[in-house]
């Protein structure tokens, strides 16, 4: 059963703080994932990676950077969080390509006062 | 351009009347079709794909290329139905387009 865990349920930040939401997946999955889930709005891929150290840009990848040291771990780095920010942040896995059945996370919602 | 479209931000059904969420989209060849669904205090998961050809939980969807459409269809909503439906789209090389999501609300 693949499990993708993402490192905190909610956050509080203020602005201008630097923020790391962090990914994990278990089942050896190549590629992954952030969105950012907002109502009316649905999913914006913010950034993948289809490889270790690889990574490319999504639709909004403004104000964001991502990190892939490790095949497990992806992480999505907010180098200076606005208020505009505040959502709720979505890691997804899949096997190979893109096509093939993402695996979500179960969000973390951040708010950026 | 990509672009998958879900005309209805909210769908209300009464319990046991047919439900059909619908979604479209734009792309030049042959895409791949996939319904997620996001349940309350539940995480984003997978519910079927059009390669699949399978019906889950009731569902089904069928790839119509002539009017690009892969509307979600179930004869009878039940009341644990109700969750926020993503139709997505991927190109098979690249990543998945998700559309703007239906929130499904079935009324008892």
């Known amino acids: 059963d693949v499990k993708v865990t993402q490192s905190s349920r909610y956050l509080v930040k203020r602005t201008g703080e630097k923020v790391f939401l962090e990914c994990v997946q278990d089942?050896?999955?190549?590629?992954m994932f952030w969105y950012r889930q907002d109502p009316g709005l649905g999913l914006r891929l913010i950034y993948f990676s289809y490889d270790v150290k690889m990574k490319e840009k999504g639709d909004i990848p403004e104000g964001y950077s991502v990190s892939r040291e490790k095949k497990e771990r992806f992480s999505l780095i907010l180098e200076s969080a606005s208020t505009n920010q505040t959502s709720m942040y979505l890691c997804?896995?899949?096997?190979?390509?893109?096509?093939?059945?993402?695996?979500f996370g179960p969000g973390t919602r951040l708010l950026v006062l | 351009a990509q672009r998958v479209t879900q005309p209805e931000k909210l769908l209300s059904v009464f319990k046991g009347a047919p439900v059909e969420l619908k979604c479209n989209y734009s792309y030049s060849g042959s895409p791949e079709l996939f319904w997620y669904v996001q349940y309350s205090r539940q995480r984003l998961q997978l519910l079927l794909r059009h390669i699949s050809r399978e019906s889950i939980k009731g569902f089904t969807a069928d790839l119509n290329k002539g009017e690009t459409s892969f509307h979600l269809k179930k004869p009878f909503a039940q009341e644990e139905d109700s969750a926020m439906y993503y139709c997505?789209?991927?190109?098979?090389?690249?990543?998945?387009?998700f559309g703007k999501g239906t929130r499904l609300h079935i009324l008892p």
């Open positions: 089942m050896d999955h190549e590629n």
């Open positions: 997804a896995s899949s096997l190979s390509l893109a096509w093939e059945t993402q695996y």
């Open positions: 997505a789209l991927s190109n098979r090389d690249d990543k998945i387009i």
